[in-house]
Each structure stands twice: as C-alpha cells, then as structure tokens.
C-alpha cells in the first residue's frame, strides 16, 4: 500500500528576507507614528539635557520633512507629478529622509534629504520652476523658525504658561529649533550644487550666465564636500562663518535674547 505525501494548497514559506520591503513597511502607519512619537520624545529629552543629537533629531523628525514636502507641494502645484509619484507628498520623515543623509546629520551635523523632481515638466519653464520649488524649502525653514518666536514670545506669555515647568522646558527648546531652521535656510541658500541656492541662482541670472553655471554643476559636489567637510578638518571655520555665526545673530534678534 503507497503512503499518501500531504498535498498542500498554498505555496512554501519564501526563505529570503526581503529587506527593502521590510524597511518599506517602517513608513507606513501606524509603525511609522509609533516610530516619529518615540523618536520626538526622545529628540525633545536630549535637547532639554543639552545634548547636541537632541537637535540633530528635531532636524531629520521635522526640519527637514517640512523643507522636503515645500519643495513637493511647489512641484506638484507647477505641474510636476513626480514627487507624488514617489510619495513625497506627505510629512512621514521615513519617506522623505535620506538614510546616507540622515546618518550624517547625526554623526557630523551636516546632511540632507531629497525630493526628486522633473524640472522638464515645471512651469512656466524648466530654469524657473525649478528656482521655484527651490525656493520654497528654505522658505519653510525660515516659517518655522517665526512660528518658534511666536510660541515663545506670544503664545507662552498669553496662555501663562510660560511660568510653568512646560513653559520652561518650551523656552529651552524653541531657540534651539529655530536656530537650527535658520541655519538650514542659510545653508541652503550657498549657491553650490546640490544645495537650493544653486538652482536659486540660475534661476535669476540671464541666460548665458545660467548655461555657463549649469556646466558647474558638475564639479559641485566635489567644492560643495571641501567646504563643508576638508575645510573644517583643516582647522578653516568656513562653517561657523557661512552659516553659524549668522544663524546666532537672527535667532537672537528673533528672540529679542
């Protein structure tokens, strides 16, 4: 008498660990919530202890979300259906962040997200809507760093919270976020590729001085990692020059400080 093998009616377990797909499923909600509440508790506990990572995760949390999805919304509404197709269209940071970026922003202070983008496909022109949508992260920036000042300045006064222990830990944390929003707008504007002042600025020069500049681009990458990497470790304070020192003196106006 043969013996009857089971027969089975789905297909056997896949042995490969899809990774992408795994690191896919972190942005979508609910994890992806879970995941930006833990992560803001804990930016927000480092930033009251003065650690400097504390800032660094209030930049890849929120900074940089609201800087990328600028940059989406102004492409999209020009006519670029690119950033939504890559769902961008949206403030999730695992969707807009960088992990080679975000990892720098942590280590180093200096990094960056991406949103990409057609240029061929904005209006009214490819050099122009793209100075647009260039435009509008560092603007963002600067709209956070304001809403700061108010809270601290307006809000807190106002509700009378700014005499309680939420008000405190608020006055020790808004500076330094809008600190950080003020150096990334000023950062951003370093007309080097990639950076937004590149395209910023080929934007407003006349043609043939933006064809000459569009060949620069290329060499970009390389002046924009001297100046911002090399030069510091050569003991060059270019970074606290460009953009600290300046980013110290608004937040200071800003907060009347």
């Known amino acids: 008498m043969r013996s009857q093998r089971p027969q089975y009616s789905y297909p056997p377990p896949n042995q490969n660990f899809d990774w992408a797909q795994r690191l896919a499923s972190l942005k979508e909600p609910p994890l992806a919530y879970l995941i930006f509440f833990i992560g803001l508790a804990l930016a927000i506990w480092l930033s009251i202890q003065g650690s400097e990572y504390g800032p660094r995760l209030l930049i890849l949390l929120i900074a940089f979300p609201v800087h990328e999805l600028a940059h989406a919304l102004v492409a999209d509404r020009l006519g670029d259906s690119t950033p939504r197709y890559h769902g961008r269209i949206t403030l999730n940071p695992l969707a807009q962040l960088n992990f080679f970026g975000s ?73 330094q976020f809008a600190f950080i929003n003020i150096a990334l707008f000023i950062f951003n504007l370093v007309p080097l590729a990639p950076l937004d002042g590149f395209f910023i600025l080929k934007g407003l020069l006349p043609y043939h001085l933006a064809y000459r500049l569009e060949g620069m681009q290329r060499y970009g990458m390389y002046i924009f990692l001297g100046v911002f990497f090399l030069a510091p470790l050569m003991g060059l304070p270019v970074v606290n020059i460009l953009i600290f020192n300046p980013a110290i003196a608004i937040t200071r106006l800003l907060f009347g400080l």
Do not use: D, E, K
């Open 103 to 175: 990892f720098l922003m942590i280590l180093v202070g200096i990094g960056w997200a991406y949103v990409p983008i057609t240029p061929s496909a904005l209006r009214p022109n490819p050099r122009v809507g793209h100075m647009i949508v260039a435009a509008a992260g560092p603007i963002s920036n600067v709209i956070l760093a304001i809403l700061c000042a108010i809270l601290a300045q307006v809000v807190l006064p106002v509700t009378g919270l700014a005499a309680t222990t939420i008000g405190f830990y608020a006055n020790s944390i808004l500076p």
